[in-house]
């Protein structure tokens, strides 16, 4: 893991893309597996292989799919969003047969820069008119997604407790505590799953809804997912 200093300046949000490319991919994974209604979200695809224009496929309620692209870039520019959504619809016909709904473009560094806010506009205008939903993910968007999984921080982050500080807030109570631990289980047991460890995952799905002490404890969202 790549190593993340932490904050120098009040208010410095941390710099996501020395998370490193591949790290930075299973973070946008993990964060779309607690959204509603998905099945399951995996890295689509071995470095090497062909990816067809994602990084990430999300299964979804019930049975279509949303995918993401990820580029771990500390700039992003106009130009580089054209060709990041221009790079998945050289393979559209492969997945409209998939029942694609939704894609993200999921960026480590801001897209606050006029002309990107602009060619972002024009790609969720020219997506809408293929029937699909276009969002565009900047780092601050994916922090604050962040916020509430404490997990994900420790996870993913080296000093760990400075920023799960910085990004999630102050300690938290004993039942937020354990919340976040079974989370952070849910995000190892996820990564076991896609590279083929159900039984870990369905024992650890059992343990965890068997308990109704631990069960109280996980937010709507991450029950959700």
């Known amino acids: 893991m790549s190593s993340i200093p932490p904050r120098l300046v009040t208010g410095q949000e941390p710099p996501l893309h020395l998370v490193g490319e591949q790290n930075f991919q299973r973070l946008v994974r993990d964060l779309l597996q607690f959204e509603p209604n998905v099945i399951t979200a995996e890295v689509f695809g071995n470095r090497g292989q062909s990816q067809l224009g994602i990084d990430v496929l999300v299964r979804m309620v019930p049975g279509n799919v949303h995918v993401a692209q990820c580029k771990c870039y500390e700039r992003f520019t106009h130009s580089d969003v054209r060709k990041a959504s221009d790079e998945f619809l050289e393979h559209l016909d492969y997945w409209r047969d998939r029942g694609i709904e939704r894609f993200i473009l999921a960026v480590a560094s801001e897209l606050s820069v006029r002309q990107v806010q602009e060619q972002i506009d024009k790609e969720t205008e020219r997506f809408a008119q293929l029937g699909i939903k276009y969002e565009a993910w900047p780092r601050s968007t994916i922090i604050n997604k962040m916020r509430s999984h404490r997990g994900l921080v420790a996870s993913y982050f080296d000093s760990a407790d400075a920023w799960i500080k910085i990004i999630c807030g102050p300690s938290p109570s004993a039942e937020e505590l354990l919340s976040a631990e079974v989370e952070y289980e849910l995000a190892s047991t996820s ?35």
């Open 191 to 225: 990564r076991a799953a896609s590279e083929g460890g159900w039984a870990k995952a369905d024992a650890w799905f059992n343990r965890t809804t068997s308990e109704d002490r631990i069960w109280k404890t996980i937010t709507p969202e991450l029950r959700a997912s």
